[in-house]
């Protein structure tokens, strides 16, 4: 039976999965000293093992070392091989030099862990310009949809909903949950001019005065997307809008702020372990697992 | 002309080698992202160049990533080579596997390293089970030492010393800047119960008590080592020691705690940027990569 390892954050979805799967749920240590440097320690025996690590790779700075760690260390004690299961996984969306000079992090980072595991299993990646994972990870990868547990909530849980993709990079994205929710849809355009400033522009959504709007993105990040989408769809006189996002990155003080500018509730999948988690995702990785391998 | 580029912490020394050497002064930002990504921005033409990083590894889970993007950015960009000028070395001391299935930091994030860069110079790494730098990097590596310097700030500072080294580790160490100080030398006995507790053995040290003890050591971290021999020489009522150390990288509140422990005075190398340098470093790299090209 294959062994499967977690970060601390993830414990407990890695061990509902084990039960679903099955994996053997093997014991590790992450210890950060107080100078910055990190320690991992596999306590299970890994000797011709085939061994995943579920570490979601939301800030992943401070997870890349011990994950490298990690993998080096399983495959210095004998491991077979080595799996990456990560439900988010980080630096998708530096997916060009947008100015001269600049790195293209989600090439290098996908070198990074291509170069440390054998296989890699993901939810729903921010797949922008890449248009597929082979185009920047030379090992297998395995990407699992989220889209129809989203319809499927929305379909339960909403009764006269309206889609809205806060903004053209989700336009795909949006159409195929409405399209499963059999629901209506519109994208509103953004405008960037920063980290922390947006300016979002007015579609035509008076056909859908009676509707209640679900945002649905596939990440939510510093929030600021879906607060701007927030705070035009409360200037139309629109409903408070359900935000949705796959990935709740939540950086700083982004949950907070959303509910602040109004949001009517914030849901998101487990990809990343927060409240907001009313989406669970397990059972779609521990089936996609099962026809791996 | 090679080109020299610099982590914001260590500028003002990438400047003032710049002059010695000479290096032209390249401009690059990093980025860091609300989400705990980072982004890399090299800003003057490398191609063709023979590029130098100036980065300090102290907290280099946060750097890691950076020195990554910049390095495989530079390559991208057409640099004929990159080397890490790192006057601290990180991950030096997880030098084998202490616990059964503990990573050996040193040797991972020495291949980490070696893999990026084309070459690498640091001051004084923390070599102790591992006796040369070869024995982990697979790129040629200089090493500067501090030893000279600091016997010289001794000698200039201090009228009747009596060198300490805080344990065995420093044995070799603290020998070698006492003989060319020219001081007498003695090393206390250290017994560590875990990262913050630490018992110290009672030499006898009755000889030296119209002496000014100097403690040294390679690198103050998080201080406990410092504290409990100043500690210990207060007890016996030694004067209050002057304490040194190659790299201060202070974790938390180490530098209050030594002050609050009775440091007569604190002094470091500028290897990490702090307060407590007094002992410029920066002739001994000019000399160093004036000799080495």
């Not at 579920?54 to 992943?60: A, D, E, I, T």
């Not at 399983?74 to 530096?94: D, F």
């Not at 003080?253 to 989406?279: D, F, R, V």
Request: proline share 4%; net charge negative; aromatic share 8%.
């Amino acid at each position: 039976m294959s062994l499967i390892f977690s970060f601390p954050d993830n414990i407990d979805q890695a061990a509902s999965l084990a039960k679903e799967v099955p994996f053997q749920l093997g014991g590790m240590e992450i210890h950060h000293f107080p100078d910055g440097e990190s320690l991992v320690q596999i306590k299970t025996d890994v000797k011709d093992q085939d061994v995943n690590l579920y570490c979601s790779l939301n800030n992943p700075d401070s997870k890349a070392m011990a994950i490298m760690f990690f993998a080096k260390t399983a495959k210095e004690l004998g491991a077979k091989s080595v799996r990456l299961i990560t439900p988010y996984l980080g630096y998708m969306r530096q997916d060009k030099r947008f100015n001269e000079g600049e790195a293209i992090t989600s090439r290098i980072f996908a070198s990074f862990l291509s170069q440390h595991f054998d296989s890699l299993v993901t939810i729903d990646p921010h797949l922008h310009r890449h248009k597929t994972m082979k185009e920047i990870y030379n090992i297998p990868t395995q990407v699992i949809h989220a889209a129809d547990a989203i319809a499927n909530w929305i379909k339960e849980n909403i009764d006269k909903s309206v889609l809205i993709g806060p903004d053209e990079e989700s336009d795909q994205w949006v159409a195929d949950v409405a399209h499963r929710a059999n629901a209506a849809y519109t994208v509103l355009t953004k405008i960037r001019h920063g980290d922390k400033d947006v300016e979002v522009s007015v579609p035509d959504i008076d056909q859908y005065r009676d509707y209640t709007p679900v945002l649905v993105d596939d990440i939510i990040s510093t929030g600021h997307t879906m607060i701007a989408a927030i705070e035009h769809l409360i200037e139309t006189k629109m409903k408070p809008p359900v935000c949705i996002g796959v990935h709740g990155v939540f950086a700083g003080n982004a949950y907070k702020a959303m509910q602040l500018a109004g949001a009517g509730k914030i849901i998101t999948c487990n990809t990343i372990l927060h409240p907001s988690n009313e989406i669970d995702l397990s059972n779609l990785i521990a089936e996609k697992l099962k026809r791996w391998g």
